[in-house]
């Protein structure tokens, strides 16, 4: 399965995408980022709830996913919702994120 979010500017919050079924994920990320921009895969469980908590997903290494230039990166959990957050950038800021996400093999 495939995500991908297009015309990320700065302060924009990608649309959150339910994928509970896909614990396997590798995000990439590019496009213009401007001054200081930057994009955080974040996660919740909070399916149910009006206003889901969201918390910064980690990489293998148990870095923070913050990307601050193009690249890609593998994520560690397999929280239900996933969404980008652009988190800082100009006027010149916008960013593509893709998400493909697969099952386990069996």
């Known amino acids: 399965m495939r995500v991908t979010w297009t015309g990320l500017l700065n302060g924009d919050t990608g649309l959150p995408v339910i994928i509970g079924e896909y614990p396997d994920r590798t995000m990439q990320v590019y496009g213009t ?12 469980n909070d399916k149910d709830t ?20 193009a690249g890609l990166e593998t994520c560690e959990e ?7 957050n652009v988190t800082a950038g100009d006027g010149t800021t916008s960013l593509t994120i893709k998400l493909l996400c697969r099952r386990p093999r069996t």
């Not at 980022?33 to 919740?44: K, Y």
């Not at 910064?56 to 996913?65: E, M, S």
């Open 33 to 44: 980022f401007g001054a200081g921009g930057s994009v955080t895969l974040e996660g919740s």
């Open 50 to 69: 009006e206003t889901p908590t969201y918390v910064t997903l980690t990489d293998p290494q148990g870095n923070a996913i913050t990307k601050t230039g």
């Open 78 to 84: 397999a929280p239900l919702i996933v969404r980008p």
